[in-house]
């Protein structure tokens, strides 16, 4: 059996599970999310479906498309090259661009985790990508309900941090993940609640561009684990 067909039977063994499972299955101590040596869009986390990248404020921006390079000591790391203008509108869009894979066969429960560790590094191009730029690593959880009662497709908990122009791993504690303060309805049950509920995981990139600006940008990263 070749590689592809082993995993091929082991996701249609994972089709027959529960629609909320625990990872904790795979591996109690830790768990490689992807590390994209195999020079494809395939992570290696089997409750997960293949990356995408897409581009942001605006959503119709064509300027982006995703592919592999030399990664932090490593064969692969996976990245997304973008090219985003923000509408001399006088208002700031917050534009820019990201990568994001999503669960097969519903949500996943991530508490048994503590921490998400990644490497990640920007290469600004021109025009520059300004030095205020942030990277949100965003955990979804659209199965949760909100406290409210009202109908909520969209929560999520995110993390921000700085990219640098090199290489940086980040160890970042699950606990200290929280809703965006742009998110009006709250999440019943709060944190803990999405991450027992995780069914997508997106890392995009902010731009920070002031209101008629323009920038260029390729945004990489690699060796995503859950610790």
């Not at 479906?49 to 942001?56: I, R």
């Not at 090259?81 to 949500?107: C, H, K």
């Not at 995009?204 to 684990?225: E, P």
């Amino acid at each position: 059996m070749t590689a592809r067909a082993a995993r091929i039977a082991l996701l249609l063994v994972a089709a027959t599970a529960p629609a909320c499972f625990d990872v904790r299955s795979v591996d109690p101590g830790g768990v490689l999310i992807d590390d994209f040596d195999d020079g494809d869009f395939v992570p290696t986390m089997l409750e997960l479906d293949a990356w995408q990248c897409y581009a942001f404020n605006p959503r119709t921006n064509p300027n982006y498309h995703c592919d592999h390079d030399e990664g932090f000591a490593s064969p692969y790391s996976l990245f997304v090259d973008f090219y985003v203008e923000d509408t001399p509108d006088d208002t700031q869009q917050f534009g820019g661009a990201g990568l994001t894979t999503s669960t097969m066969n519903g949500p996943i429960d991530l508490t048994p985790y503590r921490d998400l560790i990644l490497s990640l590094r920007l290469r600004s191009g021109t025009p520059a990508i300004p030095s205020e730029a942030v990277v949100y690593i965003e955990l979804y959880c659209r199965t949760v309900p909100s406290e409210s009662g009202a109908a909520v497709s969209d929560f999520y908990i995110v993390q921000p941090v700085t990219p640098t122009g090199d290489w940086s791993t980040l160890r970042l504690a699950l606990t200290n993940w929280g809703p965006p303060p742009w998110q009006t309805e709250h999440i019943k049950g709060g944190t803990q609640a999405c991450l027992r509920a995780v069914d997508s995981i997106s890392i995009s990139l902010a731009a920070q561009l002031k209101d008629g600006q323009a920038g260029r940008g390729t945004f990489f990263i690699d060796n995503l684990r859950l610790q």
